[in-house]
């Protein structure tokens, strides 16, 4: 009773640091984790067929309402099918994190890759966007219907507005972390200003603040990482 | 031209995949700029439509490229442009995944994390930019996008599509008190 107790807030725990997506928190748990040390949720003997990542991962993709779909992996994946392992889930989390690519198909395919390699890589992905792709063009096709109705232009106004709202909470987050140090700050507020106030084309911004951004994470060293 | 659709369709995602560091909101802004203002697939006003619908479905929020896709070339549009902003950000996903793990806590790893992290963020807030820019609402758009900022801080396990309702109501509600 007590050992479910405490797993569950700690559970709890990791599943809002999850979701609050914050990529540092999980590159550190990755760094300072020896190497060696077995995981204490062990992973399942059975390895999960394709067809259960597929299904898994499709009904992932249909309940993900605005985001916070790493906390679902997590939870389903790691606690309650004991697909993988914890360490091998935040590893992954850094991993998609810092490629090019939507973070949650990028942690599907590295899920689907290390319990099914390349089949179960495209079981993930797939499972994953097929529910949204079907709802999305729906969605559009009751709104070409709905917009005959007044006001409409107006709702959708105001539903993009709040949905900016989301996107302003995990920049805030991010904000106030890569600001901890200086050269952090000013690439940050280089790309905005580049792609956002200047309009360079977002490509050469990312071409050029990019490689020197990470050359000052380099030469900066580790000891000013937070 | 509308048999190249789908052709350009690829030629521009395909790089935005490669280069979405940070995840989707990343390459909102340039998303914008190819589909209003080069290509012309999509209005200013379509833009931020889609943009809002594709907020309010399930799934990653870069499904306003399938959107795009399908407004500007029906479910071919939308199958090639999803397959073009997905697949190849993924095929690398797979490449680097079995190199990763061999690595991890390398110094390289930590600097390219740190480094690129920033690069996202701006990336985010020019996107946020974009779309408040393009959408009718002005000052009021603002006021709705920090006010549900201010209310996801309050309250984070609040329900997206909750904000979504909210923001509809107020935004129709302030539209016809001025009129």
């Known amino acids: 009773m007590q050992v479910q107790r405490a797993y569950a807030g700690r559970l709890k725990l990791l599943i809002a640091k999850t979701r609050a997506a914050d990529a540092l928190f999980a590159a550190s748990f990755i760094v300072r984790m020896p190497v060696t040390t077995p995981s204490p949720a ?13 299904l898994l991962f499709l009904r992932i993709g249909l309940l993900s309402f605005g985001g916070g779909l790493t906390g679902w992996v997590f939870r389903e994946v790691v606690v309650q099918r004991r697909w993988i392992a914890e360490d091998e889930f935040m590893s992954g989390m850094a991993l998609g994190q810092m490629l090019p690519g939507t973070n949650i198909t990028n942690l599907a ?10 089949a179960g890589s495209v079981a993930a992905f797939v499972g994953l966007l097929s529910g949204p792709f079907v709802a999305v063009l729906l969605l559009a096709g009751v709104y070409g219907a709905l917009k005959q109705l007044p006001h409409a232009a107006e709702a959708m106004d105001g539903i993009a507005a709040a949905a900016i709202g989301l996107l302003l909470v995990v920049a805030l ?46 030469f900066g060293g580790p000891a000013d990482a937070r | 031209m509308r048999d190249d659709v789908p052709l350009a369709l690829l030629t521009v995602f395909v790089p935005f995949s490669l280069v979405s560091i940070g995840g989707g909101p990343s390459i909102l802004a340039g998303i914008q700029h190819e589909a209003v203002d080069v290509h012309h697939w999509v209005t200013s006003r379509e833009f931020v439509e889609l943009f809002a619908i594709s907020r309010a479905a399930p799934g990653p929020g870069s499904m306003l490229t399938t959107l795009i896709g399908w407004h500007v070339a029906g479910l071919t549009g939308a199958f090639v442009a999803t397959l073009a902003l997905f697949v190849p950000s993924s095929l690398l996903c797979y490449g680097v995944a079995a190199v990763w793990n061999r690595h991890r806590g390398k110094r390289w790893h ?28 002005g000052a009021l758009s603002y006021g709705l996008a920090f006010g549900s900022a201010a209310l996801l801080l309050w309250r984070p396990r609040l329900n997206p599509l909750l904000l979504f309702v909210l923001g509809a109501g107020l935004a129709v509600a302030a539209h016809v008190w001025t009129a």
């Open chain 1, 42 to 54: 062990s992973p399942a003997a059975a390895a999960p067929g394709v067809t259960a990542i597929f």
């Open chain 1, 109 to 118: 395919v590295y899920v689907g890759q290390r319990l099914r390699g390349a």
């Open chain 1, 173 to 218: 987050r991010g904000v106030t972390r890569v600001s901890r140090r200086p050269a952090g700050a000013v690439a940050m507020v280089a790309t905005f200003a580049g792609v956002g106030l200047l309009h360079i084309p977002f490509l050469l911004v990312v071409a050029v603040v990019g490689p020197l951004s990470v050359a000052a994470a380099w």
């Open chain 2, 110 to 137: 930590s600097a390219l994390e740190r480094g690129l992290a920033p690069v996202g963020i701006g990336l985010i807030l020019a996107g946020a930019l974009s779309i408040l820019r393009l959408s009718g609402g």
